[in-house]
């Protein structure tokens, strides 16, 4: 930590004090954090007043959205028309509520589910693993356990119809729904907090089924989540508008491109029946880091690998955002991802760098493949480019890596997969050892980059400012105490490596709201640029240090 | 009336047991859930449950025989189980008071054990009445009982002001959870009283648990004060016994489910694996959620046909 102490020291100075029967109340945002609540991060952003000051929403945004949690706005909840409005939403979000807790409409999570409705002891030990509430100094809206302890007493009071004596007051109307479901985007669901209590709740679970709820019930969703997100990916093929030809035409001009860097022929196989991989990246990398994609094509063709991609709609964008608010949305991505793999058959799906596509796929989708689907294996890029590492098919040369480098663990690979180990030995075979520093906690206990649960694309109003104070914020300090020891200027650069494409543009939105590369020399990439930039057969300087 | 103190342990008995075992079946057959799991997970093998990593660490990692470990989990789950490991790793101010009350409850289940133990031998082989083993059996017993009443009342005791004066958990407090905690501070309380007044050896609780043991209902050589503190205590704790599965406090039946089934709930579903074979009939329930997204064209559905269309591409067409 820096030495302005833990942000927990602040929690005293809190006068926000929320109580949980406040989310029912008529009373405006329940809170509004100033910067000066917040700890100051390590040098050379350790002034809280050269911080970017927090933009107010805007008078149409307040008119128009549902924006009384604490003055911004993730979900765009149109404000009911009238009191009969009000009362069928609150409606709706009980028959959703109700569903959650029916085996044939919620199954998918109904025994996790209910141990953490039904078991939480109350003892707060989930708050302190929360990267939000931490960084917020503390707010009482932030603690996981808030919006759950919400959940649970609405789910005591009006599903179960038992007393509020025994489970706490609560009261429903269409205030506290509304809150309710923008609060359930104030998590990263990272899971961080499951992993401290001492029980096993989950909040992050909760704060998913909320979403749920929200989405399958009341057709309330993140526009960037669902409308611009799966349902234009099941739509058009990606969640970024690229069609089947758009892609075949972007993947020619990074094959040039890299070719051109790397001195080393690249061309990019589509749609090869029998291949070995079918390999899937985030169609994001392909838009906005082509440098990603192009480096795995290089790294694959060099290491002799029988590999493709697919044309096939969906099956070129590994992304699948249903895994953060809808579970039929997922399961369809998901279905077109492994039908995509079984009629090239292929003999597995490899993803590439993006964390949630790796659970999504691999862990999370596995007990919905019937037999016919489950006999595609599902892998993660990080087996795959170690076995090229050992396989000693490619040369690296690590001086050619010869400035610091950190690793972030994105959540999904780490502490929801167990993927530790592959990306530090790579990172050994190709980063001197002396360059090399971890982040404190990292593997396993990681925390999340602050884009996790789709927060990395979602921009509205003032949310990615919002991202950027809270949910962000650990992450950056982080980065900061990992080359806390290196002279902070732009002449010394730095290389922050977030093998997931979320992370990559959380990471690049937080180093962007601070002018981090500017005043302090911090960059951001993937694991498969490290590796190209050490290929001892390939041109030096493949990653490029201007700013992007 | 002697009977009353019997009748009352032996209908808690059955509720405790009853509540406990039907909460079991309740989370046992339940659906099987998709996997969401979270590292680390105790039981996996070669090394890796150290630093939380998984099998997917591997290599196509499905061609590789999974290295499990019992012993991996246990390692976990008792330290877990006797001293709250978790608590004290992530909320030690909290540890200090809830790992006395839970180490007190254990304390005072092994007494209750260690007596019924007692009764057996004596039932069986009364020989050995008087013997080292009796001896030894009686101090710990002793030290169980006196060590897991007041263990459990200073935790209790140490909850309830926490509960009532930190910030943090006092909104999130009911007055049930006062309740429960004044509930273990009295039964407990009358407890410690009656054994430390008139019973320092255990002699009548023992003999109590002796003959609920066999269904011998003899009265008790006490009357007066000692008469009625003992049938408060027993009437207490066995309420007691019978309240705490009914309650949230039944979370050690969730904290099974929420390890070994949620958090290390990892196994992969292989072709011909037992997941394999559950996944045709969960997708062929029927889906009841209302969104246009998943209802929109008005016709039932099951997950699976739910799962398998694409009303986004339909609309593009």
């Not at chain 2, 590292?39 to 290295?67: I, L, N, Q, T």
């Amino acid at each position: 930590m820096s030495d302005q102490g833990h942000p927990g020291d602040r929690r005293a100075e809190l006068k926000q004090l929320v109580e949980l029967t406040d989310i029912s109340a008529d009373c405006g945002p329940l809170a509004d954090i100033p910067l000066s609540q917040q700890i100051p991060l390590p040098p050379p952003f350790d002034k809280l007043e050269d911080e970017p000051q927090p933009t107010p929403l805007t008078d149409a945004a307040k008119e128009k959205y549902e924006c009384e949690l604490d003055g911004t706005i993730a979900v765009n909840i149109p404000k009911p028309e009238s009191k009969e409005e009000e009362e069928r939403l609150v409606k709706s979000f009980l028959s959703g509520m109700k569903k959650l807790f029916e085996e044939e409409n919620n199954w998918i999570f109904l025994k996790p589910l209910v141990i953490s409705a039904e078991h939480c002891a109350k003892c707060q030990t989930c708050s302190d693993s929360c990267h939000i509430y931490e960084e917020s100094g503390g707010a009482e809206l932030y603690r996981p356990s808030y919006r759950s302890e919400i959940f649970r007493r609405i789910y005591h009071k009006y599903i179960k119809g038992e007393s509020e004596w025994v489970h706490g007051e609560i009261d429903l109307n269409w205030k506290a729904v509304a809150r309710l479901i923008e609060l359930s985007y104030r998590c990263n669901l990272c899971r961080r907090c499951a992993q401290t209590c001492p029980i096993g709740v989950d909040n992050a679970l909760l704060a998913r089924e909320i979403r749920k709820v929200a989405s399958q019930e009341m057709n309330i969703q993140v526009k960037e989540l669902h409308e611009a997100g799966s349902v234009l990916q099941q739509k058009v093929g990606s969640s970024t508008g690229m069609n089947d030809l758009v892609l075949k035409d972007n993947m020619e001009f990074i094959d040039e491109d890299t070719e051109e860097k790397t001195g080393i022929k690249v061309e990019t196989p589509f749609d090869v029946e029998g291949a070995d991989i079918l390999l899937i990246h985030n169609a994001g990398e392909i838009m906005a880091w082509p440098e990603n994609p192009g480096a795995f094509h290089t790294l694959f063709n060099a290491a002799g690998l029988s590999w493709t991609l697919s044309s096939d709609l969906a099956a070129y964008d590994g992304i699948n955002y249903g895994v953060w608010y809808d579970d039929v949305q997922f399961a369809r991505t998901a279905m077109l991802h492994m039908q995509a793999a079984k009629k090239l058959g292929v003999k597995k799906i490899v993803l590439g760098e993006c964390g949630h596509a790796h659970k999504a796929l691999t862990v999370i989708a596995d007990r919905i493949l019937a037999e016919g689907l489950n006999d595609i294996p599902r892998e993660s890029c990080m087996t795959v480019l170690l076995d090229i590492v050992r396989s000693g098919k490619i040369k690296f040369d690590k001086s050619r890596n010869d400035f610091p480098v950190t690793l972030h663990d994105p959540c999904n690979m780490t502490r929801l997969m167990g993927i530790i180990q592959p990306q530090r030995e790579i990172i050994e075979a190709i980063v001197p050892a002396e360059r090399f520093r971890e982040m404190a906690p990292h593997g396993v206990e990681n925390y999340c980059c602050g884009g996790g649960s789709g927060f990395a694309i979602m921009s509205g109003h003032n949310f990615s400012e919002w991202r950027h104070r809270f949910s962000g914020r650990r992450k950056f300090r982080q980065i900061l105490e990992a080359f806390g020891d290196e002279e902070m200027t732009k002449e010394n650069p730095k290389y922050v490596c977030a093998p997931c494409s979320n992370c990559k543009g959380q990471i690049r939105d937080i180093i962007s709201h601070y002018d981090a590369w500017e005043k302090a020399g911090i960059h951001y990439g993937g694991l498969v640029e490290l590796m190209v930039n050490a290929m001892v057969d390939a041109k030096p300087d493949f990653i490029d240090w201007e700013w992007h | 009336m002697h009977v009353i103190p019997y009748l009352v342990a032996y209908a808690a008995l059955l509720v405790f047991a009853a509540a406990v075992v039907g909460r079991f079946i309740m989370f046992s057959k339940m659906p099987q859930h998709l996997r969401w799991e979270l590292y680390p997970v105790a039981h996996e093998g070669g090394g890796k449950a150290v630093y939380g990593g998984s099998f997917m660490e591997d290599f196509e990692w499905w061609k590789k025989p999974r290295e499990t470990s019992v012993a991996g989990e246990l390692k976990v789950m008792i330290p877990e189980i006797l001293f709250l490991v978790a608590l004290k790793e992530h909320n030690r101010k909290m540890w200090t008071k809830s790992f006395p009350f839970h180490f007190g409850l254990y304390m005072l289940t092994a007494c209750t054990v260690l007596m019924v133990l007692s009764g057996l031998l004596r039932t069986f082989w009364p020989d050995l009445e008087g013997g080292a083993l009796f001896k030894v059996l009686h101090w710990v017993v002793l030290v169980c009982g006196f060590g897991g009443m007041i263990l459990g009342i200073f935790g209790a005791i140490g909850l309830l002001i926490k509960r009532l004066t930190d910030r943090g958990l006092k909104s999130f407090t009911s007055p049930a959870d006062i309740f429960n905690l004044v509930f273990f501070i009295v039964a407990f309380g009358f407890s410690l009283l009656y054994v430390v007044l008139f019973d320092r050896d255990f002699t009548t609780v023992a003999s109590f648990v002796g003959n609920l043991m066999i269904a011998k209902f003899s009265a008790l050589p006490m009357a007066g004060n000692p008469g009625l503190v003992y049938a408060v205590s027993v009437v207490l704790l066995s309420l007691l016994l019978a309240y705490i599965p009914l309650t949230h406090m039944s979370h050690f039946v969730g904290k099974y489910f929420a390890y070994h089934a949620v958090r290390w709930g990892d196994e992969p579903n292989l072709p011909g694996s037992k997941h394999s074979k559950n996944v045709p009939d969960l997708l062929n329930q029927n889906i009841g959620w209302s969104a246009p997204h998943i209802a929109g064209d008005g016709k039932g559905k099951t997950w699976a046909e739910a799962a398998t269309e694409n009303p986004a591409r339909e609309e593009e067409k």
